[in-house]
């Protein structure tokens, strides 16, 4: 069975202060990885598509990776906007997407 | 419009109601889903569909009514449901059941 764990739970960082969010997960056949953020109240924004270990992909202060068993999130300097819950979902060949519980976090002045 | 746009927003229905969730997208996608999120809890798949046939069924209970008229819309049929049913359901849809999902904002559902 797919599974996806995210650590932390949350996650209270100041303005400028860089971190990284873990996403482990074990996938049959992994087709692909995504991470989403998340409003409360609101649907998951997709924010990027991993798909091989080794690939990266960047977008204004978030930088996604992957390995072979997990993914992280980069967030450099980050600022009271980038609040939310960041989700991590996999899909293999099961053609089925496995979300985790996700990371909550707030950016403080 | 542009997306994956859900209605209504908000919903307050008593046990004894019979109210329905509409999906629409503007993608072009071939996959669609509803999804329920309750508080502190991961997503919890409900229906997929696939060029409009249903792929994928949860062991949702029959008070939820999935319904795929053509690629482009899906709705969620309620009848008789309980207060645990309240949350948030999410509709999305994907190029091809397993790819990347793009949400919708979602309807937060109030069952009294």
């Known amino acids: 069975e797919d599974q996806v764990t995210q650590s932390p739970e949350a996650l209270r960082l100041q303005e400028g202060e860089s971190s990284s969010l873990n996403c482990s997960y074990t996938v049959s056949g992994l087709r692909g990885l995504f991470w989403y953020r998340q409003d409360p109240g609101k649907g998951p924004e997709f924010l990027f598509t991993l798909y091989s270990a080794g690939e990266e992909k960047e977008k204004e202060r978030l930088k996604a990776t992957l390995t072979k068993k997990e993914s992280f999130l980069h967030i450099t300097a980050p600022k009271p906007e980038d609040s939310a819950t960041y989700l991590c979902?996999?899909?293999?060949?099961?053609?089925?997407?496995?979300f985790g519980t996700g990371t909550r976090l707030q950016v403080t002045l | 419009e542009t997306g994956v746009t859900q209605t209504p927003r908000h919903l307050v229905m008593g046990m004894t109601n019979k109210k329905s969730l509409k999906c629409e997208q503007h993608?072009?996608?071939?996959?669609m889903y509803w999804y329920k999120q309750s508080a502190k809890k991961p997503l919890e798949l409900m229906f997929v569909?696939?060029?409009?046939?249903?792929?994928e069924n949860n062991s949702v209970p029959s008070r939820f009514s999935p319904e795929c008229p053509n690629s482009s819309h899906l709705f969620l049929h309620l009848h008789t449901l309980q207060p645990e049913d309240s949350a948030l359901y999410l509709c999305?849809?994907?190029?091809?059941?397993?790819?990347?999902?793009?949400f919708g904002q979602g309807t937060r559902l109030t069952v009294v």
């Open positions: 993608l072009g996608h071939n996959a």
């Open positions: 569909y696939s060029l409009e046939e249903r792929v």
């Open positions: 979902v996999v899909t293999g060949t099961a053609s089925k997407l496995t």
């Open positions: 999305a849809s994907s190029q091809q059941h397993g790819t990347e999902a793009f």
